[in-house]
């Protein structure tokens, strides 16, 4: 088991380091830099500005030097908001993004598994139908739609919630709500059918068979031995529910207003902040890779028919 | 040569049998499945107005009308009374705040209160009733300063033409034949048009020149930066003498037709308004204007005002309906091709890995499983941000990242089905192995790509409408379904049907799309059932 950790671990460094070059240089051969401003600059000033940020040396040692800074945990200057530095803006905005990350995967696996176990325990009835019409929806729909019509129905008219704000900034904790569920939305639906399908194919095999008859009490069949078994699946989901929740918290954050790190990601972009881009997507890419990494181990702890050569 | 007519097949008691492939199989089954059915229909018809879109009788997509902004989406009404309602209602709000229409105090307390909420388009809709109501009353009267905006109003709306030039011909004088002006020389072209201003030719040269050269110093900009005015300029010489001739002749007439066809436009609408006065003109009307004694045109002409939006209209005066017909069109069609390119990048390499085997397939899997731990969606809106943000850019960027599943599966389906007797027999009678792979193997694991292709269209278009919803896609004047809905959640308070037509159009479409697909997977492989 150990060996497999580590080996797992090792495994991950390879990903991150294309990760950090592929985004470093995509970024750099783009045309046009982050000093190009309506009013072109005088020869000198540009000049100094590039020795400044060592933007006039070859690439390749650019590269280098970018490389060790970051595995010194340093992500270099922002190029666009002088004087600060790219650490301060995630740290600032990180927190944020993972509060609503954190909740809405929550509600995803909480009220997924939950109506998903429903639905397969009361296959065809009315609960059944109910929860994978939401599951339908919530996989048709794609969340940049669920998000402004939410805001639309609940805060402009039925005027429950604010429209926008953010906990943190001081406005009222029902803030969250909306943006939780929209992000959460996408992966609830498919978790709800996961769940169902392999809890109805749990529920058809002999050990439960035999379960019933030994005289077992239904409740206490479902949560102890149909539901370790049938939670494979939605463990291997997880790992691109994480990703799903990252991407998606981009748009999220964008309809809602909510200062995280998926809308300095877009404003970024925009801004051809190269530094601010790079630092961003390695954030990202070290919180997908690490949680992908906890799915493995949690799935080869569940199923025992793994084996770690 | 016709082949032979098959022989039937008989069973031991003289019944003819008829075979059945897993094609005719799986199509029994589909149609049996009533959703599956439904979808089928409705995609067909999104297939069909996106396709015949440009024949369809409905606006241009792109077609600014600064006076129809934000019009409220209607059945009966045509603009102009839209138009007209606006800005009765606009009025009747002024004079309440001004005390001058007056309301019980109940009523006042309702209207502030949807003032406080931000629901000022119920407290329109409420003053517009109530004013209209005590306008005939009497209880209610215009002051004049607001008569005479209305009066213009109604004037305006009566006679705005709009009018397009489809062509203009020049009449030889001495044979008499007409020529159309998109066939004319660059020499006689600026000719005409120097007649056309009573002008001398020398100030129009002088002026094209400048403008083509503008024209390429901004090409330029959009492709290099980083460079001071001179050097642009200097550029720009540069490439103009590189030009041939006929390419620069190119540039002259199009400028210049341009300019004929402004001053042409212009022409016509003056002897149309003054014709207008008289009310001799029906609208609308498609014919042939003679514009001075030489040059003719074909001209469209409809009253503006008449022009009638079913779905509203956008923040620009843009027809919404048509907006979301085009925009079905970008969507579905980067949807079928993005599709497309994926699978076929995904066949072949997961066809070569799963067969061949050994150095490449560890190659190949290595590199998929690397690229399955990026943050692809981040490297695609990075690459869109910086590569700019075009239709063409957008779909490379997707096709790039979403081989990935598909190849896995192929992968797995020809692992598994490479050892059968089948591939062995086509071995050992010397097939090579892209024959083998081709011919034998893809086509066996045909139905797994088909059901995952359908299931992989609506992903790709919700990809693409993400992007394009962040403005890192389809740029104006397009549109796709995501920019609409992007453009519509700013002022998604005062106009909810800019988000919900789009929202809706989309919506079924990728409902249509995931029933198809979830139809398709249990018709070819009904023991999947229930399955995700």
């Known amino acids: ?309 | 040569m016709k082949r032979e007519q098959k022989a039937k097949a008989t069973n031991e008691f003289n019944q003819v049998v008829m075979g059945n492939s897993l094609s005719k199989d799986a199509w029994r089954r589909l149609r049996k499945n009533k959703m599956a059915v439904i979808s089928v229909v409705i995609v067909a018809i999104y297939m069909l107005l996106a396709i015949t879109a440009p024949i369809l009788p409905i606006y241009s997509y792109d077609e600014i009308v600064n006076e129809h902004q934000n019009l409220l989406p209607s059945l009966t009404k045509t603009s102009g009374e839209l138009m007209w309602d606006k800005k009765l209602s606009d009025l009747y709000t002024q004079a309440w705040r001004q005390n001058r229409l007056t309301v019980t105090d109940a009523e006042n307390e309702i209207l502030e209160a949807w003032v406080l909420k931000g629901q000022a388009t119920k407290v329109w809709d409420y003053l517009l009733e109530e004013g209209n109501r005590q306008l005939a009353e009497g209880s209610f009267e215009w002051s004049a300063a607001e008569k005479r905006t209305l009066d213009n109003l109604e004037k305006k709306i009566a006679s705005d033409i709009q009018i397009t030039i489809q062509k203009v011909w020049q009449t030889n004088q001495e044979t008499g034949k007409k020529i159309n002006i998109s066939k004319m020389a660059v020499k006689d072209l600026v000719q005409l048009y120097a007649d056309l201003l009573g002008v001398p030719t020398e100030p129009i040269v002088t002026q094209y020149t400048y403008e083509i050269t503008e024209s390429v110093s901004k090409e330029i900009q959009a492709e290099v930066t980083d460079l001071s005015k001179e050097e642009y300029a200097l550029m720009a010489e540069q490439r103009l003498s590189d030009m041939s001739g006929k390419d620069y002749d190119k540039l002259i007439k199009a400028n210049i037709i341009a300019k004929i066809n402004s001053t042409v436009k212009d022409m016509a609408l003056y002897e149309l308004k003054s014709d207008a006065s008289q009310a001799s003109t029906t609208y609308p009307f498609d014919k042939e204007m003679s514009i001075t004694d030489t040059v003719s045109a074909s001209i469209k002409a409809a009253k503006m005002h008449d022009r009638r939006y079913y779905l509203g209209t956008d923040r620009l005066g843009r027809d919404l309906m048509s907006r979301i017909i085009y925009g079905s069109q970008v969507s579905i069609a980067i949807g079928l091709i993005g599709t497309f390119t994926s699978v076929l990048i995904g066949v072949i390499l997961g066809s070569l890995a799963g067969y061949i085997g050994g150095k490449v397939d560890y190659f190949i899997m290595r590199v998929v499983d690397i690229m399955y731990g990026l943050p692809y969606m981040l490297l695609v809106i990075i690459a869109m941000a910086i590569f700019g943000r075009n239709i063409l850019n957008l779909f490379f960027a997707l096709a790039i990242i979403s081989w990935l599943t598909i190849s896995r599966m192929v992968r797995g389906q020809i692992m598994s089905l490479k050892n059968q007797e089948f591939i062995e027999a086509a071995r050992s009678m010397g097939a090579s192995t892209g024959r083998i792979i081709f011919k034998h193997l893809v086509p066996n694991s045909l139905s797994v790509i088909i059901v995952f292709s359908t299931l992989r269209i609506p992903s790709f278009i919700m990809t693409e409408s993400f992007l394009s919803f962040l403005g890192l896609g389809v740029q104006a004047p397009f549109a796709s379904w995501g920019s609409l809905v992007g453009d519509a959640v700013g002022g998604m308070t005062l106009y909810p049907w800019r988000l919900f037509f789009p929202a809706i159009v989309m919506t079924i479409f990728l409902f249509a799309m995931n029933f198809l697909g979830d139809g398709l997977r249990d018709a070819f492989d009904p023991q999947s059932k229930n399955q995700l």
């Open chain 1, 1 to 309: 088991m150990t060996k497999y950790i580590v080996r797992r671990l090792l495994g991950i460094i390879p990903t991150l380091l294309v990760i950090i070059t592929l985004s470093f240089f995509i970024v750099r051969v783009a045309p046009g830099g982050p000093f190009d401003t309506e009013k072109a600059l005088p020869e000198v000033v540009k000049r100094n500005i590039e020795a400044k940020y060592h933007l006039d040396e070859p690439l390749v040692m650019q590269y280098g030097r970018y490389m060790f800074d970051v595995l010194r945990g340093d992500l270099g200057p922002s190029f666009r908001y002088k004087d600060w530095d790219v650490n301060f803006y995630i740290f600032q905005s990180l927190p944020n993004s993972i509060i609503l990350g954190v909740i809405a995967i929550s509600i995803a696996i909480l009220f997924g598994i939950t109506s998903g176990m429903l639905a397969a325990v009361k296959q065809n009835t009315w609960v059944d139908y109910l929860s994978m019409a939401l599951a339908v929806v919530g996989i048709s729909v794609p969340l940049f739609v669920i998000g402004p019509v939410l805001q639309y129905i609940f805060a402009m008219q039925l005027q429950w919630v604010p429209t926008s704000g953010w906990f943190t900034a001081g406005d009222s904790w029902k803030t969250i709500i909306l943006p939780a569920i929209t992000l959460a939305f996408a992966d609830f639906a498919t978790i709800a059918r996961l769940t169902r399908s392999s809890m109805l194919d749990t529920l058809r095999s002999d050990y439960i068979r035999t379960a019933k008859a030994k005289g077992m009490r239904t409740s206490l069949i479902i949560f102890k031995h149909a539901m370790k078994g049938s939670m494979l699946p939605v463990v291997s989901y997880l790992g691109p529910a994480f990703a799903g929740i990252i991407t998606g918290s981009v748009v999220v954050e964008t309809v809602f207003r909510i200062p995280g790190l998926g809308k300095f990601f877009v404003q970024s972009s925009f801004n051809r902040d190269y530094t601010l881009i790079v630092g961003v997507v390695i954030v990202y890419s070290v919180i997908l890779v690490f949680m992908n990494f906890i799915v493995d181990i949690i799935y080869s702890m569940l199923d025992p028919r793994i084996t770690y050569k």
